[in-house]
Structures are given as structure tokens and as C-alpha cells.
């Protein structure tokens, strides 16, 4: 395989966008991207989306992007993993690079969530579930959560309190990023009191879904100097499975998939969790984030909720997290997040992320969860 | 580029199967098409799948069917291109063992579209054209296509009765093939007679919507050997896009995605359509059919009809297509239909087609369609 690395990276404003349909902000992303990067000709589009079947009445998607942003007959194709689906793309770009059927792609990341609001948007969410054993059911993913997190609370004698400082930080950083949804402080001591969304899961602790598209340009190492002077390597991929409903899984307290694409992204890079200087992982709720630091290898079982309480994961702490805010304060855009954390993972390594600056950080890691933990998709970067 | 070849191939029957779910008809698929390899371990199951957000309320599908396959951890991903999501799904489990990231993929097509019937069900397929300007107006793809086949009626010159041996050239070999859908017989001058569907395209024009998954094991060519004694090399991978909307193409007689799918793929296995023994094209509709053949190569415009006319589409004609039922016979399982196509020509070159035999056949190409061609995927391959 080929080395890859990006050459540049896009990233637009996440929020509720009422005044741009889908294929407006995908083609806004894509011309930002093009901005950053002196590339000719681009041979595939790959788009990673979550709904925009059950949202926006739209399949087929990506060559009506490729098309309106003014690359018709480019090959074109979306990938689908509920909100992993922008780390999806991402990997399914590195591969078509690595492979050497591609020289330059973009990977592009785009969802469109408030075209439809109320329960008919919690019932599209709902379809990341399994469709029989728990939508069906009426589960929804933020509820699922939340009995992930009732039962953490209940095996490790931690209180809601002990998640705050996930979300403090994210909105600490996110404050700093003109890019984010809700760029609003959180007090720790405010945090327990949120209104709640789906107990013990409350307003402050559920990351918001949000509209938004982000891109990137992947090329092979070789050729990045020639579109870059700052180019990004990629050093390790992984995706790894899980059941998608939780009570199929042996140890619902343990992110299986997020383990192996760890590992899998690990073993490639020949690194481990003491090498990464700073991590984007997906805190869709602050219970995933704890959860995410224990399959990764930073934590141990039951522990993961320390690096919010002992508050190591500020940007001068030793595990930096939602540098720019992440899923709870930058927001959530389902099938662009994964994209969202890689395009911020470049600023980071570029020595570019300005307020939000990890000082020397050299190698950095991504974490796109689809569903509640059924995906996993890892990259490591490096500068 | 490592060189790829397909060691297995599973057929499950198409047709309307009220009593499976479409996680059922997956599994059944992946393990049909273990028992024709000797596979012990997988590292990616790639899932073609087009609608099931709208039609089963499921996305996030792929690892879903890891888990009921037996495979609950391995990489698995959705690939979504509309009615062309099989074939694109089998050139990203190609880059994945030809850029050495795998070594050994499983693709799976499937589709459940009974789940849902009447006007739901034409509103799920509408998804796969322009929302904005296509859907949002009413129009559905086999709507946009009988457009198309009046426009061509009227430039060249040519009836309804003169697409009628695509037709029948697909039951007569449909007839043959105990895994097709409808494997009743249609006489030519029975034709231009049958009930109307969108005027001019009529019931014996159209494929039918079906349910049904397929799968193939690809490997390295160099490995392939383990696994099987008859493998079958894939010698050429293209994909091509249009605009969704067929209003927006120049020329929207010539479909161009296929040109560039085509081409595309006829130079990477550096062949020519001279070379093609015989051809499993997209025959969602006659028109279809015939803009294909055109399109790709076999036919000059204006020409493609004729090779029904002239019946040079047999088994035993100088092209033969649709060998096991095409899509109007065998049936049109949107997602799956990619991978139907590709595993019949595993039977063709491995001759192992039996009475659907095309004689001496080294040499076969696949061409699925997306929506009303704005995704077009084209394989080569050879024995």
C-alpha cells in the first residue's frame, strides 16, 4: 500500500442551517476544500452521510454532489454507517489512494438533519438502531445510551456529576471555534441540574445533532508536496463491528468495535495510546466519551470517567479531547462527524488551530462510532 | 494494484419472499456463499444496499449482518449508489484485497422491498432521482425512463415492438434459471400489447422490483488458488456519474456515466468491447438495455435497439445478455443486483451455467445502473 496523506481540509459552520438544503452545504464544503489545495483534477467523490434518505427524501447522493458541485462523471459513491459513515468515507478514500486507483480524492462528509423536526426526526435517528429488537420498541439512541450510562453509574459508584467536566471542556474549547453549533460556557456546577433528555442523560450531556459538511483531499504521500506545503499523514485505519443493539452484547459496558478499530489503527501505525498527543473521539453523550477512553487503551475498565473529573483533557491536559468542541459543543452532523474530527485534526498537526492549539502535537488520533458503538472507524495521523 | 479474484459466488432466489426479513435473506446469502469457498477467516463484508433506511427502516446495516452472519467484529460497511450499490460495493471490496489492506472481502448485495407496498414503496424508489427537481414534481425512475424510451421512439424512428426481443430474450433465458423471479416465457407479438406502466414502457418492459442478496468472496489472484479451483479474475473496475436529473443532461439520449464506466474499465483491463463474450447489462427497462449498448461501446447511437431486433442478444448471438433472466426476468433486487450480475458471470466463465451456458465464454462484462444512470459501475472479467 501506499503512503496517504491529506492535502487539505474543509470544514463549514455546524448548526441548524435553515437556509441551505443538503446539496448546498455539501457543495459549500467542497469549494472551501478546493480553496486549500492546489489540485487540477479530483478522480472520485467519496460522501459519507448517515439519513439523508429518511430526512431529505435523497438517495443516491453522491453524484448529484459531484454534479452541483461541477464535477460530473467524477466516480462518486456514499458510505453508510449511521454517524461513523464520515469515517467510513474517510477509510474507503485511503484505501482507493493506498490501492493506486486514485491519485487525489475527496472524501466529503454531509447531513442535513432539520429538514425534519419532532418525532419523526427521533424515528430517522432510530433507524441506526436495530429496526427489529429495539426501534421497533421505540428505543432511540440517546436511550440506549442512557441505560449505558444508569448501569455505569450503578458498576463503578459514579455520580452524573462526575461526567460535567466532559461537556465543560468541549464547550470551553468549542467557545473558541467559530465553526461550532453552541459556542455557550457550561459550569460544572450546573451540569447535574440540565434539564433531561432521556435519563440519567441530560441537556448538558447529549451532544446536539447538527447540520453541517466538512471535506478533505487525500493523495498519495509522494505527491502531497506538490498540492501542500503542510500535509498530513495518515498512519493508521481501523473499523471494527459490534452487535448493533446493546443487550446482545456479552459486556455492554465494554465498546467492542471501538477496541478493534483502535487496535486494528494501531497495529498499522505501529503505535500505542502513550504515542497519541491529542484524541477526537465521539462524544455523542459523555458516557460514550468514558467509554471510548477505556476500549482505546487510555483507561482502564471503569475508569474513563477520571479523565473528566481529574480534568486531563483540557487542551494542556495529557489526553487533550474535543478540541474544538467536539460532537457536544462543535456538534453533532451525524455522517460528518467523522470528517469534522479529521479536518480538525489537521489544523491541530498543522500547528493551525489558533485558540484551540494542542501545543507540539505531533500524532494525533480520530474516533467515528455509528449507532451506539455497532461501528467503530479509528485513524492515527501524524505530521 | 494487486490483481483480484473472485473465489465464491451465492445465489439466493429472487422474487418476493414475505416470509424472510431482510437480515435473514443477508445471512442466508453469506452462508450459501461460504459453503463455495474454503474460507476460514474474513476481514471486511462490503453491503450493497439501496433503500433499506426507507424500506425497512434500517440503515446502519451493514454490521447488523456481520453480527447474523456469524461475524459479529469484522469490518463491514454500507455502500449506497441507488439501484447500483452492488456494483460499487464489489469495486470498494476490490481496492480493499488489490490495495492489500484485506486479503480476503466479502460482498454482499441484498434488498427487501415487499416490506412495502403501493404507493410507499414508489415513493422509497423516487428517492434514487433529483428530490428537489425530479421526486418533489412526482416523477419515479420508471416514469423518467419512459420519457426517455418516447424520445428515442421519436428520434430514431423505431415502436414499441422493436424493443420487444430484450424482453424476450430475458424470459426465454429466465425461464432456465431456477433462482429468477418470473420465469414465465413472452411472446414477441404479445408485446407492444401489455398494460401500460408509464406509457410507452409497459409490463413486459419493465423489471420487476424484487427482494434477494448475493454474495461473492473476493481474494488476491495469487491466493485465489487456496480457495478455490475455479476462480475468476476481475481484469477491469469503472465508475462513472451523470447529473440525477435526466433534464439536466445535454444529450439525455447518451448516458454517459456508462461511457465512463465503461471506458474506464476497458482500459484498465486494456480490452475492448470486441472482446466481451458476453455482457450482463442493467435492464431495468428495454430503453435501458438499449442505451447501455450504445453507451458502451457495442452499439452506434440510435443503434442499440437493434440488437434486439436483430436478435444478436441470445446465447448463441454475437452478444449475449441478461444470460440468467437480466433484471426484467431474473428480477431487479436494487442493491443486490450488482452483485447478481457478477455472480452469474462467475458461473458463466467457470462454465458452470448449465443451460444458461454461453459457449466458450473467457471473457464477460457487468454494467449496473444507478437511478436513471446517473451512477453507472462496469466490471470485467475472465476465467
Redesign the interface.
Known sequence: ?RDVSIAAAGITPAGEHWES?L?EMAVQAVQETLNHANVKTLD?IVVGN??S??L?????????I??YAGL???????????DASGG?AL??GY??V????AETVMVLGCEKVTDVVGSARV?AS???????YE??QGATPVGVAAMLMRRYMYEYHVSVADFANFSVNAHGNGSKNSKAMYRNLIKADRFAGAPLVAEPINLFDVAPEADGAAALILTSAERAPDLTDVPVRILG????????AVH?RPDPLFL??AK?AAD?AYRQANLSPSDIDLFELHDSATIMAALALEASGFAARGEGWKFASENRITLTGDLPISTFGGLKSRGNPLGATGIYQAAEIVLQLRGEAGANQVKDARIAMAQNL??VG??AVTHIFGR
Open positions: 500500500m438544503s446539496r472520485a448517515a439519513l434518505g429518511n431529505s427524501g435523497q438517495n443516491h447522493l453522491a453524484p448529484l459531484a454534479d460530473r462523471g467524477v466516480e462518486a459513491f456514499r458510505v453508510e454507517g449511521a467510513l477509510r474507503m484505501l482507493m493506498a490501492s493506486g486507483a424515528k432510530a433507524t441506526t438502531l436495530d429496526s427489529e426501534s421497533a485505519s481501523g473499523v471494527g463491528t459490534d452487535t448493533l446482545e467492542s468495535a478493534l486494528r455509528g449507532g455497532g461501528t
